[in-house]
């Protein structure tokens, strides 16, 4: 965590969200719900519900689409949660995955050292009543197995990177790939933060799409930069606001026990700059480590130079609910949009690209008059059979329901009236952002929508 979690950014910024407006739009809408919510909430969990769940599936599918399956030098991998407890000795979790933690007397709180300001309470506001700070390890604890001992505990795993070291071998002997080349994965971690905040961001619970792509120590660097600018850039093509994004280079006492270079990308978010990925130089630290602990040669021999060696590993490693929280607070706006009769109203609009809206198309008949349902529904098919997201609601005024669909982010809206059944068999499309209606014949909705969506 940096200063900026905790140091809202000056007014100058320009960041006017006000998260409270977010987090509410996510529970009523359906994004994002506290989990365990019937219970008063689990501290650090989130649920995504209907739109979020597709949110979240379309950022990963853009990830692996342009991680894995629209180049020929990476491959995917789906490694187990639970592992070998000796896979965390070996990266150095067990010694040295925590945070410095300590405890106020006054009010029993417990909070990270390194956030305490002016030996003050945050809870309570007591000062100098902090204990000495202890060494508090992240990862959660587990048994595999009826017996409830130390030979039989095991962690979830606090990052999905050490599945891909453990399979280095596997997937290169299976592959037919040679280096450079990478393994993706996309999965839960866990880690028992001290104090989760601000909404998803630090969750104790999450998702991580993480690359190790592993190359010629010495070509290290060249694929780093590669990497940088690959990865950087997936976020401007998804819409981001390029004014809302950095890369931040680690300075050197910043850096990971493993890494030789360090580089994160950060949002602006409404409390400050956040990180949502971190791209890391970490050499040949971890297959290392895994030859030593498990006495296996973890060694790549180059056919064509004869030369055997230790590839370095440049890794992408970011979050899934943390991108997601930086799209939605990217896209979300309050501007003024005509209603039907043409007057402007207030309205929140979720301005989320195509790729990511969880709904790409909503279907409106006028009014829920029955003349206007079998076309309509016969639109919507169309849309379905097409492979485009569609969503069918003929419920409250069309004015309400263009609302509903701004604000949860639908691009686009598809409004079948009495004209489309009496006389033209052409619909109306709306568009969120410049909110241009245009008229086109109902035999060349598919064509159009897929132009204005930008998908093939
Ligand atoms: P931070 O400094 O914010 O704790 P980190 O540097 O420990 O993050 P990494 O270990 O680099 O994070 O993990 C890679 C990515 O996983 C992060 O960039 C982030 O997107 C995601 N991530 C890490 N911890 C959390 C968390 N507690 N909640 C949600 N996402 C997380």
Redesign the pocket.
Known sequence: ??DSERNPPSASSGQALDMEKLVSLCKRRGYIFPGSDLYGGLNGTWDYGPLGVELKRNIKDAWWRAVVRERDDVVGLDAAILMHPQVWAASGHVAGFTDPMVDCKACQGRFRADHIEEDRCPACGAVGQFTEARQFNLMFKTFVGPVENEAAQVYLRP?TAQGIFVNFQNVLASSRKRIPFGIAQIGK?F?N?IN?RNF?????E?E?MELEFFCKPGTDEEWHQHWLQERFNWYLKLGMRRERLRLRQHAVDELSHYAKDTY?IEYLFPWGW?????IANRTDFDLKQHQQHSGKGLEYFDDETKEHYIPYVIEP???V???ALAFLADAYAEDAAPDAKGKEEPRVVLRLHPALAPVKVAVLPLSRNEKLRPQSREVFDLCRRAGIAAEYDDAQSIGRRYRRQDEIGTPLCVTVDFQTVESDQQVTIRDRDSMQQVRVPIAGLVDALRERLGVD
Do not use: I, K, V
């Open positions: 965590m940096n990052e971690a880690r933060e989760p998803t961001y630090r969750s104790r999450f991580q994160d956040g990180e949502l990925e971190g490693s970011g979050g609910d943390r991108t």
